[in-house]
């Protein structure tokens, strides 16, 4: 039997022998590596919202405050916005609040009401009601969730927690 030196073993067979029995989970984890510089974090932006008058960019919802669609907030100062779960209110000219359009008694979305003379949201389902100063507490104890806000050139954004 030839005797082989232990380095001569590792340089002429291990490699092989190593490719063969981890290569495989080696290049899987490279490549998992690489995959994930590739995600494009922009990609949450819906284009076929934009035409809708607003677009979302992963927390951020941006509303042209002019667009058709958006004409109820400046009749109304308030509307409710189901596709992004809000709603928004009017302050001024430049000046906007949203909230959560999750009635916080039981979570219902759609029967919201603007007391304007109050200054209240009121949810017609069981009949509570939230001040929209975004610090008070409504009927239930409970504060109807803001979100903040801004205006830029016309364009309302809206963050999200
Ligand atoms: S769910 Fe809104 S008042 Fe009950």
């Known amino acids: 039997m030839k005797k082989i030196d232990r ?15 981890i290569g495989a989970t080696f290049l899987e984890s490279c490549s998992k590596g690489s ?3 590739g995600i494009n974090v922009s990609l949450n932006t819906d284009p076929a919202n934009e035409s809708l008058g607003f677009a979302v960019k992963d927390n951020v919802v941006e509303v042209d405050i002019n667009h ?14 189901t596709a992004q779960q809000m709603f928004l209110l009017k302050i001024s000219e430049s000046s906007y609040r949203a ?19 109050e200054n209240r949201f009121v ?39």
């Open 7 to 21: 380095r001569s073993f590792l340089n002429d067979v291990c490699p092989a022998i190593a490719i063969s029995m």
């Open 35 to 37: 995959d994930d510089e």
């Open 123 to 161: 949810c017609s389902r069981h009949g509570n009601s939230y001040p929209s100063d975004c610090t008070s507490s409504g009927t239930t104890g409970n504060v109807l969730e803001c979100y903040t806000t801004s205006v830029t050139a016309q364009k309302l954004q809206i963050t999200k927690p």
């Open 68 to 81: 058709p669609a958006f004409a109820k907030l400046n009749s109304d100062r308030w509307m409710n916005i």
């Open 99 to 117: 909230f959560t359009n999750s009635c916080p008694h039981q979570g219902v979305r759609n029967s919201w009401s603007y007391n304007q003379s």
